[in-house]
């Protein structure tokens, strides 16, 4: 069940996982009773005069653990956490946006139902109608995929729910809020969708300073002990 491809040419770090995330993008075509083993050999791919030039100039850190938070070690297993619903956290809405295929391409993230790229699916020529600070969650297509929105933007109404969280977030709550809610997306699926009403109705076990209120401050200091966290401090 395993299929070894050896480069006929030298690649680079970057550009092995280029074309790892290029050939993973395939997959759907893919499934249990319709294998790749047959068809692999001629699967299309870019040419490697077709790598965007970012990939080559991209360069990892020597040291992954370099980029987390100074003097900070959290323990997950020993803080209280308590359930809460969707509802008590956050305001739960859709958006009012034209469809992608309405919109030119520009410069604005367009959020739709995929489980990639945090939901962008596409650079929009519009203003952004949503703001940034928000989790999307989608209602169909990839049920359940949970991202923290960090830049203003559009999304379809159809298969995309906004939570707004009734107390202002920033991105590391976000990040640790959403991939808590991502692992309830087991209970959902293309016919039982996570709908607006589902969705306040929904509980999460989050760290809680008391039986009313989320800890936010364990959660922020969580993702901020974490490798690579450094990036995240512009925002």
């Known amino acids: 069940h395993i299929k070894i491809l050896r480069p006929k040419y030298k690649l680079s770090k970057e550009q092995f996982l280029f074309y790892c995330t290029v050939i993973r993008k395939n997959k759907w075509k893919y499934s249990f009773g319709r294998q790749a083993n047959k068809t692999i050999n001629d699967l299309m791919i870019p040419d490697l005069n077709e790598i965007p030039g970012w990939v080559n100039k991209y360069t990892y850190p020597k040291n992954i653990n370099s980029n987390a938070e100074k003097n900070i070690n959290v323990n997950l297993e020993s803080e209280n956490w308590k359930y809460f619903y969707i509802s008590d956290l956050f305001k739960v809405s859709a958006s009012n946006d034209l469809l992608v295929k309405d919109y030119e391409e520009g410069q604005i993230p367009y959020v739709s139902s995929t489980a990639y790229n945090n939901g962008v699916v596409k650079f929009a020529d519009e203003k952004a109608s949503n703001k940034a600070g928000v989790l999307t969650v989608n209602r169909g297509g990839s049920v ?11 999304a379809t109404p159809v298969d ?36 607006t009403g589902r969705l306040k109705e929904l509980r999460i076990k989050l760290p809680a300073q008391n039986t009313s209120e989320p800890d936010y401050e364990f959660m922020e200091n969580y993702i901020k002990s974490l490798p690579y966290s450094s990036s995240l401090k512009k925002y």
Request: net charge positive; hydrophobic share 35%.
């Open 144 to 154: 359940g995929e949970t991202f923290y929105q960090d830049k203003d933007y559009l």
């Open 160 to 195: 995309v729910r906004i939570l707004t969280p009734i107390k202002k977030i920033n991105i590391y709550i976000g990040l640790f809020i959403s991939t808590i809610l991502r692992r309830e997306k087991f209970r959902f699926n293309y016919s039982r969708k996570m709908g």
